[in-house]
């Protein structure tokens, strides 16, 4: 028994659709923290600007973490587009095995 074309066509679409949910929701949430990251560094540097120096190091040090977040995300938004498992396991499934 082989796998039908019409319901890889369907996995490949579902999987096409999530990954695009997926990078919009990397997007969005990267916005959110950066606009989070620089409002609350802004404020903490109006009540003490002495303090500015530290306030920016520890501003850039968690932007870059934050910023980490879509690459991953990105990684396996990619795997699941190139490298669908899916597809492999409704073909192993058609398959018998």
């Known amino acids: ?3 039908d074309p019409q319901q890889i066509a ?6 096409a659709v999530a ?14 923290g950066w606009g989070l990251i620089t409002s609350k560094a802004l404020e903490g540097i109006a009540r003490q ?17 934050m910023e980490s977040f879509p690459f991953i995300l990105f990684g396996v938004a990619m795997w699941f ?8 396991t409704l073909s192993s ?4 095995g």
């Open 19 to 32: 990954v695009g949910l997926m990078l919009a929701a990397a997007g969005l949430g990267s916005a959110i």
């Open 81 to 88: 587009l190139f490298a669908n498992p899916f597809v492999g």
């Open 1 to 3: 028994m082989h796998s």
């Open 93 to 96: 499934l058609a398959g018998g």
């Open 49 to 65: 600007p002495e303090m500015r120096p530290q306030l920016m190091v520890n501003m850039f040090i968690f932007a870059g973490l």
């Open 10 to 15: 369907e996995i490949v679409a579902a999987t």
